[in-house]
Every structure is written in structure tokens, then in C-alpha cells.
């Protein structure tokens, strides 16, 4: 049973596989290929991997942090089927049966969040209202995707709702992970009164909130800012990003290395705005995956043989570095025409031998 009461079990080794063929589809560009699997390598990365790391961990998390019911077996297969939904549809070229299943998707963790919530004992961090919008904003923009072509659609999709998330889980993980304590336990004192969890909101994470979503109907040039200015102040507000990890390991000096990569790469986007998405590969690469796997050795440890020396491990070192070069031939790709599609084959062969060293070492852990 603690395959179906810790969910990451299952879905982290699943997300870690679907990344694999998600980016090696890419490795042939090496070869000028001609194929060029964009629908099929977004179902991977969004609706595989992205979709896996983030239910297996809110399934596993959420009922530890309200103190309510561990997820169920008809929970866990229902979303473990939406999954394959996606791949299915993906695979088979199938648009609107792909965008179908991404709305599933957000909608399966959102009912299993509600029944937590309605039964919590203790009110979950405030900071994960950013969640619930996240989670929301993935299923309106994969629903309304199927009836609008819209290019704001298109990034609140695979950008905004997936950074809501992230802005989210981070804004209580990182301060704690880092060693912050006064962070979290001022976020503490305010979230664990027992009053109604949105009296347990700051009006400005209301109005940063707002801000984010909105910043994605604003012109391309505005939301870019907007959204830059969001991230910035939760970077420095709530992960002190400005200051060195308190608890100096592998691990803590490897996330703040990600957050800060994240900050950066909104940055980048502003300042870049002819590069539009080629410019994003930077938060996908650094943001989603880095931080998704180093979450992830965090919980693999401390549900598994609960070894503090794992966190120090050189291998995050080298995991990080090899995502980081990644990232950096990824983008430099939209600058050298001639050889765009070869960049594209260099950065996936460097992203699979990273996730590799990291399924090797630390998914024997997830048993």
C-alpha cells in the first residue's frame, strides 16, 4: 500500500521515464532529421513529466501537511489513466484530445486537493493558494484551448500555470529547504490559526497573484515585465535569494543555484522578447526540471532511508551543471540559424545524461 499512500512512488520514476523520451525525441536533430515531434515532445514534458513530479508530490505532501486522509487507490489510478490519456493523444498526433487530457489532468489534483482541504485539522501553507490558480489556470487554458487560437492561451498553458505552481510550493519549500527558519516560522504563525484558510492570506500575495495572471493578458512586452517583478519579489521576499543557504549542502546550494536560474531566466525574458519561447527554455529547463528533481531527492530521502548524507551527495553538483549547459545550448540555439536544429539534439543529449545520473543514484529510493 505505500505505493498508493506515497504516490511519488509511482509517479516520480514514471516523470523521470516520460522526461527521458521527451527530450531524447530530439537527439536525431543532430542528424538534421526532418521529424520534428513538437506536440508529441510537449505532451511528454508538460502532461508526462511535468504533470507526474507535480501529482506525485501534492499527493504525497497535502494530506501530510492538513493532517487528513493518504491518497487512495481509485485517486492514484485515476490520475495515473489521465497520464496515459496524454501520451496516448500526443503520440497519435491527437491535438484536441491531448489539450482534453491536460485539463484532466489539473482537475484530478484539484478534487483531490478539495477533499483534503474541506476535512484539513490544520490550515496547509498560504503560499499554496498560488497552487489551487496554477492548477486552475491549466485546466482553463487546455479547455478554452480547443475553441481559441491564442498565443496568451499558448504560454499561460506552458509557462504561467506551471510557474504558479512552482511560485507556490517554492514559497514555502525553499525558505525551509535553505535553512530560513525565521521564514517559515513567521509563515507558520500566520497560516496555522484556526480561521478560514484565505483569512490566512496576505493582501499583497492576493495582489501578486492577480498580478501574475493578469500579466498574461497584458501586451507580450508589459506581462513581460510584470511577471518579472512578481518573481523578483518573492525571490528575495520570501527565498531570500540574496543570502547564502544557512544549511550549506549539495542539495540547498543546488536549489538556490535553480531559484536563482529561475529569477534570471524571467529576466531574460523581458530583456529578450524576440526570442519568445526559445528564451523560456530557460525557466523549463532550469526552473521546472532542475527544481522538480532536487525536490525530489529531498522527498525521496526523508520518505525513504531518511539519510541526511544524501543531500550532500557531488552528483547534484554535477546533475546541476550538466542541466545548466543544457539550458544554455537550448537557447543559444535561436541565435545560430545554420546549426538551430543540431543545438536543439546538443542540449537534449546533455539533458538526458543529467536526468540519468539523477534516476540512477536517487530513484532506487523511491522502492
Known amino acids: 500500500m505505500k505505493y498508493i499512500n506515497e504516490p511519488y512512488r509511482i509517479f516520480f520514476p514514471l516523470g523521470t521515464l516520460l522526461f527521458l523520451c521527451g527530450i531524447l525525441l530530439w537527439i536525431p536533430q543532430i542528424f538534421n532529421s526532418g521529424d520534428y515531434p513538437v506536440l508529441l515532445h510537449r505532451a511528454l514534458m508538460l502532461n508526462g513529466f511535468t504533470a507526474s513530479f507535480i501529482g506525485g508530490f501534492l499527493m504525497t505532501a497535502v494530506p501530510k501537511f492538513s493532517q487528513t486522509d493518504e491518497a487512495r487507490p481509485l485517486e492514484v489510478g485515476a490520475f495515473f489513466a489521465v497520464i496515459v490519456m496524454a501520451m496516448v493523444a500526443g503520440h497519435l498526433g491527437h491535438e484536441v484530445c491531448l489539450k482534453v487530457a491536460s485539463a484532466l489532468q489539473p482537475i484530478t489534483i484539484l478534487i483531490f486537493l478539495l477533499r483534503r482541504i474541506t476535512k484539513r485539522k490544520q490550515n496547509p501553507p498560504y503560499s499554496f493558494v498560488f497552487i489551487f490558480v496554477g492548477l486552475v489556470l491549466w485546466a482553463l487554458s487546455s479547455l478554452l484551448g480547443i475553441f481559441i487560437e491564442s498565443d496568451s492561451l499558448m504560454r499561460l498553458h506552458y509557462e504561467g500555470a506551471i510557474a504558479a505552481i ?150 547534484l553538483y554535477v546533475v546541476t551543471a550538466l542541466v545548466f549547459i543544457s539550458s544554455i545550448t537550448r537557447v543559444s540555439a535561436y541565435l545560430l540559424a545554420e546549426s538551430y536544429q543540431h543545438h536543439l539534439g546538443y542540449s537534449a543529449l546533455i539533458l538526458s545524461a543529467a536526468a540519468i545520473l539523477w534516476g540512477w543514484k536517487y530513484l532506487r529510493y523511491a522502492k
Open 166 to 315: 512552482i511560485l507556490g510550493v517554492g514559497s514555502r519549500l525553499i525558505p525551509g529547504i535553505l535553512g530560513h527558519v525565521e521564514i517559515v516560522t513567521a509563515q507558520r504563525t500566520q497560516y496555522e490559526r484556526p480561521v478560514p484558510i484565505f483569512k490566512t492570506v496576505p493582501l499583497h500575495f492576493f495582489l501578486l497573484i492577480a498580478a501574475f495572471v493578469g500579466s498574461y493578458f497584458a501586451p507580450e512586452e508589459i506581462g513581460n515585465w510584470i511577471r518579472l517583478i512578481v518573481v523578483s519579489f518573492i525571490s528575495f521576499t520570501y527565498w531570500k535569494l540574496y543570502l547564502a543557504p544557512k544549511d550549506k549542502t549539495a542539495l540547498t546550494w543546488c536549489i538556490w543555484f535553480s531559484a536563482w536560474m529561475i529569477a534570471l531566466s524571467f529576466f531574460l525574458r523581458a530583456l529578450w522578447t524576440d526570442a519568445g519561447i526559445h528564451a523560456s527554455h530557460s525557466f523549463f529547463i532550469n526552473g521546472i526540471a532542475l527544481l522538480s528533481f532536487l525536490i525530489a531527492t529531498r522527498v525521496l530521502q526523508s520518505h525513504g532511508p531518511k539519510k541526511k548524507e544524501l543531500e550532500n551527495e557531488k552528483i
